[in-house]
Structure formats: C-alpha cells, structure tokens
DNA sequence: AAGCCGCGCAACCGCACTCTG
DNA sequence: CCAGAGTGCGGTTGCGCGGCT
C-alpha cells in the first residue's frame, strides 16, 4: 500500500552536504534544470534522494537566495505575516523574496517566538497573554528588586558602595522595563497596571529613590483620569542625558524600541488584520492596499470584505470602485 | 583543559496535496 | 473516478559551535 518513502533506499547518503556533492548538483541544475527530482540524483550522480536534492537546492544552493541577519523591517513583516496567515511558511516565503520557508520558520522559532513571549503577546494568537496575572507578576518583580535592593549591606569600600548603587538601578530598571512590557502588552492595560502601581506603597517608594523616573512614572500614574495611559510620556527620554547613568539610557531606548516596534509595525489587539477603510487609504499606497487584500485573501480563501472594513455595508463597492 | 549546556540552523521525516494515466 | 507517482509543506531532530563553569 502506498509508496515507500524515497529515503529509505539504502546506501543512499543522508546528512550535511559536502561541497563536492552541492558543486555536483549546481552544475546539473544550471546545465539542465531541475526536471524531476526524483531521477535528478541518478542523472547528476549523487548519492542521494531526490527529496534531499530538492531541499538543499531550494534552501541553501538556489542563486536568489538572500543570507544574513532578518532586519527589522523583515521581522515586522513576519509577525504580520503570521498573525494573518499562522504557520504557513511557504506563503509567507512568497512575500520575502531571498527567505527560504525554512529560513523564516526556523527564524520564528529561534527568535521571534521568544521576542513576543518577552513582550507578553501570545505568539500563537498574537493577542496579550492571559496567563499573565498583572498583580502577581509585579509583586514578584518587585520581591526579586527588593530582595536584591536589600541585600546591599553597609560597606565602607567607596567602590564596593558605587557598585551596590549601580546594582540597585539596574534592579529598579528591571522592574521598569518588565512593567511597560507588561503595560504595553495589556489589552486593557492601564487600570490594573495603575492601581497596581499606585496603591503599591513598595513599589512607590522604590521609584521616588530615582528623580528622572519619578518624574514620568508616578506623575503620569497617579495623575491619570482616563483608561489610557499615554506610553509616550511614561516612556519618554528625560531631557539632559545622564552620561554616568547608560543602563538607564539603555533601558529608556528598550522601552522606546518596544514602542516603535508597535507603532511602526501598525501592530493591532484586534484579530489579525488591521482594518483599513476607503477614508484612510491615504495612509498607504494602492499596491499595498492590494498586498492587504491579497493576504487576506489567501488567508481566508475567499475576499472577504467585511474584514476590510468592519460593519460598513458598503464595503466591499467601496473597494471595488477602488481598485478596479 | 575538559565537560556541560543552550542555541541556531541544516536536514530529515511523514503527511497531504496535486498531477497524470 | 481511481490509484499511484511526484512534489511540497510543516514539524521535528540532531549536529556543530560558542559560552560558561
């Protein structure tokens, strides 16, 4: 019943390529193309399995194929990507050209992946984690600060003392930063986040030991009268940089590439696509209008208007007009 | 220096889909 | 319409390397 599977001849080699067998298989290829992958390790003469051949000419040996670091644009768009198609490598492969799905996925798992975890989004659902509990979180944030705070005993060493201050900084960084990850990375964020903030008596005091934070973090907390915290102003570099202090500078910069990483990416709470409108569609151009289409398109097998525009009736003429 | 550990990546495996006769 | 062959895809594995103890 069946076939059997190609790799289980034997004799046939598995395992890293040589760049013997690659140069082999290169030369086949640009002199004949590929054809069937099945015959082409017997016409090249490799010793291997034509589903081996395959994949090392489509993930390594291919002459488009771009190398290196995913930059930031490229990641952005892998989160997008992701959140509207799910693990669909291939396609997503199609809209970075030189990545191999191998490349992407691989890229996914390694590092992006970790990268939303950190920020408290669900990777699978691209939604806020929920097994975050914002109090219990921030209490141990502010156990492990405290604890650390606390163990820097009286010294008469100068350096010794210097150090220990340096340490208490970078713990109240800590919890700084884990904060607005865990801010940023709420659904409904602030008021929780806030209430924890403010009736924390502990965690108040931990911050009043630092002028610059005090000024933005417990202003912009306990004066708040909205639901929406403004991440800007809580977030926003003080105005004379202190040079003796460059892991504040270093964590300032963090929060503020979480941010951008947001703003830029145009990333939306809402299920998987952002929804844009005919009224906004100044905001991009045409073929990136049509790009959106496409993705939702391929997502979801057919066009779905309503996800363009949610609630609007007239949607989907309004962007047939549009677009044809 | 040696052993351990975690990470990143290339490659493998098996299933599902498409094509073809 | 069906069965077998071919291909593509996504999940998983395992190796090599670098950092740490």
Redesign the pocket.
Known sequence: ?G?P???DETGVK????TPEEDRMLIDYIQKHGHG???KLPELAGLNRC???C???WM??LRPDIKRGRFDDEEERLIIHLHSVLG?????MATHLPGRT???I???W???LKKKLLQMGIDPVTHQPRTDLNLNAYLSNLLLAATNSIGSLTCSSDINALRLQADAANQAKLQVLQSLAQVIIASSSPTRDALDALVQNHQLSELFKMNNQFDQGLVHGSTGVSQDTLSMPSMLSKPNNSNSEKPSMENTINACNQVVDFYANFNYSHTPSLVPVSPENQNNGSIDQLQDHINLTEECSGSRDWDMLNPGNLDTELCWKDILE
């Open positions: 019943m076939r599977p190609c790799c598995k395992g890293p390529w069937s992958w099945r034509g589903k081996s395959r994949l090392r993930n390594y693990n669909k490598w291939s396609a799905d191998n490349e996925k691989n890229h798992n390694t590092h």
